[in-house]
Nanobody, 119 residues
């Protein structure tokens, strides 16, 4: 079975940090562009960061540039999101997403992990 399993979410104070992980299995991870999305209550799901392969080129939402860093370890089929200087507006469920880079279109989603930034 194809799986994307997020971990690392939790409750943090404003200005704090979290590192999210997404472990992939059941497909060829290196053939996929991997991204982090988030969705806050009452809002649309939005792209936070993405990373390609093999170049590992990254892109970020303007709201997180300079604070978040996406990376991937193809040998371990894992993507990470390092989140620093967290703000209350970062509060959301964060989802891992994988989209095929070529061939037949495929897209997979993780179950999400809650990030809450509050004092």
């Amino acid at each position: 079975q194809v799986q994307l399993v997020e971990s690392g979410g939790g409750l943090v104070l404003p200005g704090g940090s979290l590192r999210l992980s997404c472990a992939a299995s059941g497909f060829t991870f290196s053939d996929y562009r991997v991204s982090w999305y988030r969705q806050a209550p009452g809002k649309q799901r939005e792209l936070v960061a993405g990373i390609t392969n093999p170049s590992s080129r990254t892109n970020y939402a303007d709201s997180v540039k300079g604070r978040f860093t996406i990376s991937r370890d193809n040998a371990k089929n894992t993507v990470f999101l390092q989140m620093n200087s967290l703000k209350p507006e970062d509060t959301a469920v964060y989802y891992c997403n994988a989209q095929s880079l070529w061939g037949i279109w495929r897209e997979y989603w993780g179950q999400g992990t809650q990030v809450t930034v509050s004092s």
